[in-house]
C-alpha cells in the first residue's frame, strides 16, 4: 500500500529565505504527483501536478521537482513571502489515476 | 461562477443520528471524491465516483454511503455506524479520474 511522507511537519523561515519542502514515496508506481496548498479551515488549492514521465514543472516561485526512482519530490519556493504561510500537501495518484494518497503536510510559516 | 460547493460549513451530530454532507459542481466533471482530513493529518479517501450511478469504496469507507444520481451531485452520508465521524470533510471533482483535483471549501463535522 502506497504511503506518503512529508519532511519537516512544520517550518517556519523569515521573509525572503527559499525554502524546500520534501515529500516521499514507498510505491514507485505512480500516475502523477502534485502539491496543494491549504489556508487553515479552507479546501486544497492544486500548485502543480507533475506527471510520472516529467522530472519537474514550474510555477511563478514554485518549482517541483520527481524523482520516481528514489520515491522522492521536492518543491521549491523562491523569495518566500508571509502570503506563502500555509500547509502543503503532496499527493501521488496511483498507476490507474484513480485514487490520490496524501501525505500529512508541511505547515509553513514565512515571518515578516 | 464555476465551481464546488459544499454545506453547510458545520455540521453538528448527535448521537446515533445519520447526517447528509452537501457536495455540488458546475464544471460539468465526471469524477467526484470525498475526502476525510483529520487535525494536523492528510487527506483519506472515503469515497469516489467515475460517473454517474457508479461509485467505489475508498480507503475508509466503513460508516459511509453515498449516491450519484446526477452527474453535478455527490452527497455522503456519515451513518450512526460510523463512530469517530468528528473531521473536516472535503469534496473534489475532476475532468475524469487521470486529471487534476479541484477541492470545495469543506464541511467541518463535529459531535455534540
Known amino acids: 500500500k502506497q504511503e506518503v511522507t512529508q519532511i519537516p511537519a512544520a517550518l517556519s523561515v523569515p521573509e525572503g529565505e527559499n525554502l524546500v519542502l520534501n515529500c516521499s514515496f514507498t510505491?514507485?508506481?505512480?500516475?502523477?504527483l502534485q502539491w496543494f496548498r491549504q489556508d487553515p479551515g479552507k479546501g486544497l488549492t492544486s500548485l502543480l501536478l507533475i506527471q510520472s514521465s516529467q522530472r519537474e514543472q514550474t510555477s511563478g516561485r514554485l518549482n517541483a521537482s520527481l524523482d520516481k526512482s528514489s520515491g522522492r519530490s521536492t518543491l521549491y519556493i523562491a523569495a518566500s513571502q508571509p502570503g506563502d504561510s500555509a500547509t502543503y500537501l503532496c499527493a501521488v495518484a496511483d498507476n490507474a489515476g484513480n485514487m490520490l494518497t496524501f501525505g500529512g503536510g508541511t505547515r509553513l510559516m514565512v515571518k515578516p | 461562477d464555476g465551481g464546488i460547493t459544499q454545506s453547510p460549513k458545520y455540521l453538528f451530530r448527535k448521537e446515533g443520528q445519520n447526517v447528509t454532507l452537501s457536495c455540488e459542481q458546475n464544471l460539468n466533471h465526471d469524477a467526484m471524491y470525498w475526502y476525510r482530513q483529520d487535525p494536523g493529518q492528510g487527506l483519506r479517501l472515503i469515497y469516489y465516483s467515475q460517473i454517474v450511478n457508479d461509485f467505489q469504496k475508498g480507503d475508509i469507507a466503513e460508516g459511509y454511503s453515498v449516491s450519484r444520481e446526477k452527474k453535478e451531485s455527490f452527497p455522503l452520508t456519515v451513518t450512526s455506524a460510523q463512530k469517530n465521524p468528528t473531521a473536516f470533510y472535503l469534496c473534489?471533482?475532476?475532468?475524469?479520474?487521470?486529471?487534476?483535483?479541484?477541492f470545495g471549501p469543506g464541511t467541518r463535522l463535529l459531535v455534540l
Open positions: 473534489a471533482s475532476s475532468m475524469t479520474v487521470l486529471e487534476t483535483q479541484y
Open positions: 510505491d514507485s508506481a505512480i500516475y502523477n
